[in-house]
């Protein structure tokens, strides 16, 4: 006689019972399905075809304040009533941990899913093997149709979807969907013996959203040969503009330093700061995972926590920071329902759809107001310490001069301090929503640039 086939709020239920029989006083499991296709081709040629399909499901057991993790793409009820009764006495041997918890019942009150909202992130239309490839290749062959490009580095085209279930032994059961769509290319011009390279791409949640393919080609094309003949710049102080395709990593900065772990930590530079002035007025940091279509969007946090907007800076001011139950608990604060969570750890404070809203002047204008400075485009490397806020990373992109960008410039370094930093930016009026932390360009004053 054939077993019966479990699906997932089966597995589920059976993770979660058997470890509270077994001994467990609280339990949550997170089980996630995703499948997908990648291709990239080069030169007119299918280079690799992937395809995956994924099955996870993580266990978290509580014994008191003991704790213990544990992961398994079993489905049948024999194997996993063997990993929860495993997880069970891994929990009794580990040691005291008096801030994780799971949501109480309280707490999900509290915290209420708005289910009458949708944030559209997922897209039903699956695109067939033959689409997958008519993006990457339309892209390549615009790319390499520009007068200067030489070779191709490879187009990459690529479709996905996932669903995650989260279920807590409080009563709490909730799911997601979301899907991705991305296209990108990297091409290559040559002169004088030396190569240069750029790119361009677009990722979104529904695959007529993507970027126009010929405008990726065409872009991609275009800052590559924009490179050729790059110079090391001139040492010195100047204001920097960081391009929006690079910017976002100044706010991923921000996300890093207002994060509740790294807070209770007292591992920020910002750890003293909630209710203060951390950067000028013109700036403002939102949070929304009710973004339509944004990549970071959810009705709810890897505890079950119904999601929030929130302002996190307003005009400067810090007024939030971003936390989950275990770094709300340690800071005597409620949760923001912030939570994020991979399959075996256990969960952490972190972001939806996060941005630096933006200004109201372009980028246009950003540069004609600066007689000297350096336009960023690119970045490599990193030394940066969130603990004092110390910021050097490796940085090309194009001189500014009079007011309009000139010499290409590679193997730049540029150095300051996010605190210093934050005080001085200025936005530009071009966000758009291409990640799931994302930023308009950004003007800052006075960094230090080291080149000859």
């Known amino acids: 006689m054939c077993a019966k086939k479990l699906n997932d709020q089966d597995v589920m239920n059976i993770l979660i019972d058997t470890a509270l029989s077994n001994g467990a006083t609280a339990a949550d499991c997170v089980l996630s399905r995703s499948r997908g296709v990648s291709l990239t081709r080069r030169l007119g040629k299918d280079e690799t075809i992937e395809r995956y399909e994924d099955f996870d499901t993580g266990l978290r057991v ?51 899913i708005d289910n009458n909202l949708s944030v559209d992130s997922y897209d039903e239309v699956e695109p067939s093997i033959d689409i997958i490839r008519d993006r990457a290749t339309e892209v390549e062959d615009i790319a390499l149709s520009v007068k200067g490009i030489t070779n191709s580095d490879g187009a990459d085209a690529s479709w996905g979807e996932g669903e995650t279930l989260l279920m807590t032994s409080n ?62 710049p001139v040492t010195g102080k100047y204001p920097v503009i960081f391009d929006q395709r690079v910017s976002r990593s100044i706010a991923s900065h921000f996300a890093s330093a207002i994060n509740g772990s790294a807070i209770a930590r007292k591992t920020s530079f910002l750890k003293d700061m909630l209710n203060k002035q951390i950067s000028n007025t013109a700036i403002n940091i939102i949070d929304n995972p009710f973004l339509k279509r944004g990549l970071g969007s959810r009705l709810f946090d890897a505890e079950g926590l119904g999601s929030r907007k929130y302002t996190l800076v307003e005009n400067g ?23 994020r969570r991979g399959i075996s750890g256990p969960p952490s404070p972190g972001t939806s759809n996060f941005m630096i809203s933006p200004g109201d002047v372009t980028p246009e204008n950003l540069i004609k107001n600066i007689s000297e400075g350096f336009f960023i485009t690119d970045m490599i490397g990193s030394s940066i310490s969130m603990i004092t806020g110390d910021y050097s990373r490796g940085a090309s992109g194009f001189w500014i001069k009079n007011g ?30 291409s990640h799931s932390i994302n930023s308009p360009t950004l003007l800052i004053e006075g960094m230090t640039i080291a080149g000859n």
């Open 171 to 232: 009563g709490f059961f909730g799911s997601s969907k979301k899907s991705n769509h991305s296209v990108s290319v990297v091409v290559i011009a040559e002169k004088d013996g030396k190569m240069e390279r750029d790119y361009d791409y677009s990722s979104k949640v529904f695959g007529q959203d993507l970027k126009n393919l010929n405008e990726i080609g065409l872009e991609a094309a275009k800052k590559t040969l924009a490179r050729i003949g790059a110079i090391k």
């Open 404 to 433: 309009e960008l000139s010499q290409p410039i590679t193997e730049a370094t540029i150095a300051g301090n996010l605190k210093e930093m934050f005080m001085t930016l200025q936005p530009a009026n071009d966000l758009d929503y």
């Open 317 to 339: 001011v810090l007024k939030h920071w971003l936390l989950d139950l275990s770094s709300a608990k340690q800071l005597n604060l409620s949760p923001s329902g912030n939570a």
């Open 62 to 112: 509580f014994v008191e304040n003991k704790i213990a993790s544990v992961s398994t793409n079993e489905n049948s009820e024999a194997a996993i009533r063997e990993v929860a009764k495993r997880a069970v006495d891994m929990a009794k041997i580990a040691p005291q941990d008096e801030f994780s918890l799971i949501a109480t019942q309280e707490t999900l009150q509290n915290f209420p």
